[in-house]
């Protein structure tokens, strides 16, 4: 059972654009939400967060959105350039419980120039 | 250092042989976790340290799997007998505070593949 589901393998889209990679969960117990990058060969690096107490963080370029009732997340990246190019997970955890983190297959993002 | 180190970075093992994966920590860092990653999946969890305490190991998928961090700082994680479906990825990450609000340092990795 998949607690934390990106269904989309991938998204292709133009410099300067919008990119907006999606994100669901079924366990109401998590409370925090986290984006991580991943370049090929490289560990995975802390993009941004979100407590589930706020429905919207921002930084930057990137804003993550929250959706509580619909246990969905998403991250919009604007505007889009070709360094942005990377996987990205999604990870989740319950603040009161396990310090450990529940990711998302990931999405694998390519910004075309 | 300034990253998280993990080696070696490559390792490939015949089935049955034992394995031993090194992470050295962000010198001050008192939480380490270990997470593996198969081949399109995103990592799973598999144990953590706080400080030389492992609090939880819920995620080793066998007896054949064992995480220590005796002084609290470097930490091994060794893979006995190991079995084709371990060949994965292995990172190891960092964190200075107890809890995953700030998210954790990742290092590169040990990709294991077992023929």
């Known amino acids: 059972d998949q607690q934390v589901k990106q269904n989309s393998p991938s998204l292709s889209v133009q410099e300067g654009r919008i990119s907006i990679l999606n994100c669901d969960y079924t366990?109401?117990?998590?409370?925090?939400f986290l984006w991580y990058k991943k370049y090929p060969a490289e560990g995975p690096t802390f993009l941004i967060s979100i407590s589930s107490i706020k429905d919207k963080n921002e930084d930057g370029r990137f804003t993550v959105f929250l959706n509580k009732s619909a246990k969905h997340l998403s991250l919009h990246i604007v505007p889009s350039q070709p360094g942005d190019s990377a996987v990205y997970f999604c990870a989740a955890f319950s603040q009161g419980g396990s310090e450990k983190l529940v990711f998302g297959k990931g999405t694998k993002l390519t910004v075309n120039p | 250092g300034a990253g998280v180190s993990q080696s070696p970075r490559y390792k490939v093992a015949k089935r049955g042989q034992d394995v031993a994966l090194r992470c050295d920590p962000i010198s001050g860092h008192v939480s380490l976790f270990w997470y593996q990653q198969a081949l399109g999946q995103g990592p799973e969890f598999l144990t953590y340290?706080?400080?030389?305490?492992?609090?939880?190991k819920s995620g080793l998928p066998s007896d054949r799997f064992f995480a220590e961090r005796p002084e609290g700082s470097v930490s091994t994680l060794k893979i006995q007998r190991t079995q084709q479906e371990d060949s994965a990825v292995y990172l190891c990450?960092?964190?200075?505070?107890?809890?995953?609000?700030?998210?954790?340092?990742f290092g590169s990795g040990t990709r294991l593949t077992v023929v």
């Open positions: 366990n109401s117990m998590f409370d925090y």
């Open positions: 990450a960092s964190s200075s505070v107890s809890g995953s609000g700030y998210g954790y340092t």
């Open positions: 340290f706080q400080n030389e305490a492992q609090l939880d």
